[in-house]
């Protein structure tokens, strides 16, 4: 059991990763309640936004300068992109009956990737991306943590306290819990909804794109296609955590980090069960937990029941 | 109402339009006819030209064009102008076999290079043989592709006739990397990962036996799933397994991850795969140094060979933009056996082709013999290169050098 704390920490990396991208699923969500799909894509945006920052920065430029800077380079990239889709893709379609926005976003989705392939200079390989020099944390005898892990676990609790406050005290904030609990009364107290509405997308993109850093640190990569699988870890861990319910997505990121960690890891010493462990059936374990958690709360972990809005 | 439905459709067809500008293919209306009496006779392309895998994709679409245009130049098979028809497959076997569908219905087709990946291969290999158009593969090297399901049996059985290939197989690739790490890297316990698809699985298997035969230890193995990225767990597994290397059956997108990842967790043991590794891409794309990290590859290095020469000259002269990455020469030399084949089947019919050429063609590869870029070219009872030269490639200083060219003996 040696290898549990490590295995414990390597869950909560990659679950605090997946509950970033999360966030930009469950607001807007929680809003419009449209499944946007091509978040990831938005996620992989910030991602290259980031490296087109990092490639514009002197060179020998200390990490710990560039990174705010590729964060922020990012986000104009990924919020750009967000606002973008949502003023031309999503807002023409907001009265459509709902399979047509999904569909919609599925498009967008290839539609960005292919641009990106495209017309990102060498994007049709994966692009390297800086990485943390130096030695890695070592905590205990069998617990290592590597810069890059120990960076997203300070960040994404900052980052989920920062949006809690905002979400919880500020003026707009509070114009978007109105805006999610009822658009149209909203709109009659005189809260300007659109504006809500692009400020969920653009929060998300935010969001997307300082994990698309994270991720690049970590990696040392970034990939045209990577939006697609962690994009759909997200969303499922949105779902799982309660999707419209902004710490939901970061319980549900979590839980599905650790799930499939501790699966990868643990299942295959079950006795009897060796050939159904391993990383071949990390996902198949992350997805009968979510179907188990479905079938008992179907609201998700922390999601509130509300009844389906007409 | 109506202004919504207008940009409803707006959407979608820009959708489409730019899907099917971003991956469609290039290639498709070279025809054009300047070609006098000459008949035209097109070699099929199919490999992955788009998605993480198209370096290895281009590099093979090329070397074909190439091959291609320097038979036309040279007048190799005299009335007869060569072509080259790529279709992208994206490493999908489902796209392998609409594109063998498509070329099998282009009549002016007379044979196939590609696919890349054996899982593709597979699903291609019937639409050609159906048609009796032969195919040659400068890649795969899964071996039941020519060898029938039950080859690790001993019953080896030509499955299809149509099926040629210039690589070797992963059985010789398997044993020749087993034999390299236990005898000369001394490595005795081995951790052993493959991504579960044909080529990476299959070789990872051959791999693991020969390396238990050796009197090596198999120290865990696992899996990963394609296109995933965070193999962190895995690589804590290796780590506390006390292995003293990886072997890796898998691609390099992959690889490079897998590899980096168990170095980060401080294990600092090398990671060795085969051919799909052995790419620049796997040691640009990981920021932490894979120095010491290994790959065998089929064949002799393209570079260090006489007979490379010309093809290395003439490739860097014909202007591509990309360059002819790992299986350039076996696809120069598969594409040039076609031209073989035809050259030998229009000798036959008094300097004409034939009506039923691509019959005709697939009998001719069989007998097809000639000095190729790669050295020796020829194809046995099996359709499999008869080649079976092979190299271990080791990362140095950011580069893949060269460690040991052999000849494989069983």
Redesign the interface.
């Known amino acids: 059991m040696?290898?549990l704390p490590?295995?414990l920490a390597?869950?909560l990396?990659?679950g605090a990763l997946y509950g970033l991208i999360a966030i930009g699923y469950t607001m807007v969500y929680g809003i419009v309640q449209l499944i946007n799909f091509a978040h990831g894509e938005i996620f992989m945006i910030g991602g290259f936004g980031a490296l087109t920052t990092y490639i514009g920065l002197p060179s020998g430029i200390s990490l710990f300068v560039a990174i705010p800077l590729m964060i922020i380079g990012g986000a104009i990239a990924s919020v750009g992109v967000a606002v973008l889709a949502e003023r031309f893709?999503y807002r023409?379609?907001r009265?459509?009956p709902r399979l047509?926005p999904l569909i919609?976003a599925i498009?967008?989705s290839?539609?960005l990737q292919?641009?990106v392939?495209?017309w990102y200079p060498d994007a049709?390989?994966?692009?390297?991306?800086?990485?943390f020099t130096g030695e890695?944390f070592k905590i205990l005898d069998n617990l290592?943590i590597?810069r890059a892990d120990a960076f997203v676990l300070v960040l994404a609790p900052l980052c989920m306290l920062a949006l809690g406050l905002f979400v919880s005290k500020s003026r707009n904030g509070r114009a978007m819990q109105a805006t999610a609990q009822d658009p149209d009364t909203a709109k009659l107290m005189g809260i300007n909804t659109d504006r809500i509405i692009v400020m969920a997308f653009a929060i998300g993109a935010a969001f997307a794109a300082i994990a698309a850093v994270v991720?690049g640190l970590d990696?040392?990569?970034i990939?045209f296609?990577?939006g697609?699988?962690?994009g759909l870890k997200a969303f499922t861990a949105a779902v799982l955590g309660g999707i419209g319910n902004i710490y939901g997505a970061m319980v549900g990121g979590v839980v599905l980090g650790l799930a499939?960690?501790l699966s990868?890891?643990y299942i295959e010493e079950i006795p009897g069960m060796q050939q159904l462990g391993?990383?071949?059936w990390?996902?198949v374990w992350a997805f009968v937990l979510l179907i188990v958690v479905l079938l008992v709360r179907p609201q998700g972990l922390l999601g509130e029941r509300v009844a389906d809005r007409a | 109402m109506r202004n919504?439905s207008l940009?409803?459709l707006t959407?979608?067809v820009?959708?489409g339009a730019?899907?099917l500008t971003?991956?469609g293919s290039r290639d498709d209306d070279n025809k054009k006819s300047d070609s006098g009496k000459k008949t035209t006779v097109i070699i099929g392309v199919d490999a992955p030209l788009?998605?993480?895998l198209?370096?290895l994709g281009q590099g093979i679409k090329n070397s074909v064009d190439l091959a291609a245009k320097t038979a036309n130049k040279t007048n190799a098979v005299p009335g007869v102008e060569f072509k080259i028809e790529a279709l992208d497959d994206q490493a999908i076997p489902a796209s392998g076999q609409a594109n063998a569908t498509k070329l099998v219905g282009n009549k002016d087709v007379i044979g196939v290079v590609g696919p890349l990946n054996s899982g593709v291969a597979q699903s291609m290999q019937g639409e050609f043989d159906k048609a009796n158009l032969t195919q040659v593969s400068p890649a795969n090297t899964n071996p039941s592709l020519s060898q029938g399901d039950n080859w690790g049996k001993g019953e080896k059985k030509r499955t299809f006739k149509t099926y040629f290939r210039t690589a070797t197989t992963d059985v010789i690739q398997g044993k020749f990397a087993a034999q390299y790490l236990y005898n000369d890297a001394k490595k005795k316990k081995v951790y052993v990962?493959d991504d579960?698809q044909t080529y990476g699985a299959g070789l990872a298997a051959i791999f693991a036996e020969e390396f238990k035969r050796l009197g090596g230890a198999v120290a865990g193995?696992?899996?990963?799933?394609v296109?995933?990225?965070?193999?962190?767990?895995?690589a804590?597994?290796v780590?506390?397994s006390g292995a003293d290397s990886v072997y890796f059956g898998g691609q390099y997108?992959e690889a490079?991850?897998l590899a980096?990842q168990i170095k980060?967790?401080?294990a600092k043991i090398p990671t060795m795969g085969g051919d799909g590794i052995y790419d620049p891409?796997f040691i640009?794309?990981?920021?932490?140094s894979n120095e010491g990290d290994l790959a065998t590859s089929v064949g002799f290095p393209v570079e260090k060979l006489e007979t490379a020469k010309k093809f290395i000259t003439d490739y860097a002269a014909g202007g591509y933009k990309d360059p002819y990455a790992a299986y350039g020469g076996y696809s120069y030399d598969a594409g040039w056996a076609i031209i073989e084949a035809v050259k030998a089947v229009v000798a036959a019919n008094d300097g004409k082709l034939p009506e039923d050429a691509r019959a005709k063609v697939t009998e001719a590869m069989s007998k097809v013999t000639f000095d190729g870029v790669t050295g020796k070219v020829s194809f046995d009872e099996f359709g499999d290169t008869t080649n079976k030269q092979l190299t271990v490639y080791s990362v140095k200083g950011g580069k893949w050098t060269d460690v040991k060219s052999e000849t494989f003996k069983d």
Not at chain 1, 124 to 131: I, L, M, T, V, Y
Not at chain 2, 227 to 234: A, G, I, L, R, V
Request: charged share 20%; net charge neutral; with cysteine.
């Open positions: 040696n290898e490590q295995q390597n869950g990396a990659l893709a023409p379609l009265g459509a047509a919609t498009g967008l290839i539609v292919q641009l392939w495209g049709k390989k994966a692009r390297s991306f800086p990485e890695s290592i590597q991720y990696k040392g990569q990939q296609e990577m697609f699988i962690l499939e960690a990868i890891a391993g990383g071949a990390a996902n | 919504r940009l409803i959407a979608v820009t959708t730019l899907t971003a991956c788009t998605g993480s198209s370096a990962v579960k193995t696992d899996h990963v799933t296109k995933e990225t965070d193999f962190s767990s895995t804590d597994k780590k506390s997108p490079g991850l980096d980060k967790t401080g891409a640009s794309a990981s920021g932490e």
